[in-house]
């Protein structure tokens, strides 16, 4: 059995599906109160049938060691619960529309818009670009593992509020022969920013290592040299605006919201975004008119101003390069007219 307490030995996607409650029986407490029975008090919706079985597989742990449901509480015990949350269920095909930019045996380019999931996961287990790729291809077969919802299928994510454009694997050889290209670096991505300053020089490259944030597990952050994952990200100023920058943005490595935190460490946030500082003024005055005028921006975009505009790689069957361009979407378009028109 798992040791759910060893949470450095876990695969960050096991930590994930953790749930973690910490109690301490107050000084005043002087009921000597079941284990069971106490801890029920606590846990939301749980019945001590529940709590029991929890405590007998090993999700309890008082004063870092294992009792049994009768341990009486004492005052100052310390009392950890880690739940492992439900396994997911299994990802279900959906009629949703998809902007298909190619599709031939081996894989399918998809223009993802803005708001939709790639991946099932916890919060999001419909409405997914997986979901709506199982009702389009009808050739996957039922799994019971998250991992193994798109398999061999999905390559690379975008994130839920970055558009443009991705490839999906149809077979095993196409899913090995594009992920050794992702590996490789080989694949050609680039992406439309805009984002808050403008950067000295006209082009440059951040070389930060990228990994969890220690204080908020939902976010991404720049690491120690060291620590984290190695991430390269090259970008070329296209227009400066007044306390703005428009961005070519080149991946060379492809980090869990690589782009939006090697900006924010910058102190050049993208426009818009609601996770890393984007989505306020960051520069120029914060009043009158161009306040307003940003208020609305970030309305109509509702999300992070990013956009993946280019995509190259090697078709893993007949060897030949293949290119897809995608011209930023319509809410992004007129945030650039909006830009021109009163940023310039």
């Known amino acids: 059995m798992t040791d759910v307490f060893a949470q450095d030995q876990l ?17 005043g407490h002087l009921e000597q109160m079941r284990l069971d029975k106490y801890i029920t008090q606590f846990i939301q919706n749980a019945t001590r049938n529940k709590v029991q079985e929890g405590i007998r597989n090993g999700w309890v742990r ?15 015990d310390e009392i950890v619960i880690i739940i492992p949350k439900a396994p997911p269920p299994e990802a279900r095909a959906e009629n949703i529309p998809l902007d298909i930019v190619h599709e031939d045996e081996d894989l399918i380019v998809i223009d993802k818009p803005a708001g939709m999931v790639v991946h099932p996961s916890y919060g999001n287990w419909t409405g997914t670009l997986v979901n709506a790729l199982l009702y389009h291809t009808r050739k996957l077969s039922r799994v019971s593992d998250q991992q193994d919802f798109m398999r ?56 930060q290592p990228v990994g ?54 910058m102190r050049h946030p993208v426009l818009g975004d609601p996770v890393y500082g984007g989505d306020s003024v960051r520069y120029g005055p914060n009043t009158g008119s161009r306040k307003t005028m940003f208020q609305n921006i970030f309305s109509l975009l ?16 007949t060897g030949d390069w293949f290119q897809f361009i995608s011209e930023v979407p319509e809410e992004m378009e007129k945030v650039l007219k909006k830009l021109d028109r009163y940023c310039s």
């Open 11 to 27: 695969h960050e996607d096991d930590r994930e599906a953790l749930t973690r409650h910490d109690l301490v029986v107050p000084e």
């Open 62 to 76: 008082v004063n870092g060691l294992l009792e049994k449901a009768s341990y009486r509480v004492q005052p100052g």
């Open 152 to 207: 061999p299928g999905i390559v690379h994510r975008l994130d839920k509020g970055t558009s443009g454009l991705l490839v999906v694997a149809k077979n095993d050889h196409a899913h090995h022969h594009l992920s050794k290209q992702f590996a490789e670096k080989s694949v050609e991505r680039t992406y439309r920013a805009v984002i808050w300053g403008v950067p000295q020089q006209d082009e440059g490259t951040i070389d």
């Open 212 to 265: 969890r944030d220690s204080s908020d597990r939902k976010k991404m952050a720049v690491q120690e040299q060291g620590k984290g994952k190695n991430a390269i990200t090259h970008y070329q100023v296209l227009k400066r605006y007044d306390h703005l920058a428009l961005l070519d943005v080149t991946l060379e490595t492809g980090r869990t919201h690589q782009i939006r935190v090697h900006f924010s460490w």
């Open 302 to 317: 509702g999300r992070q101003c990013l956009h993946a505009r280019t995509l190259g790689f090697e078709h893993p069957t």
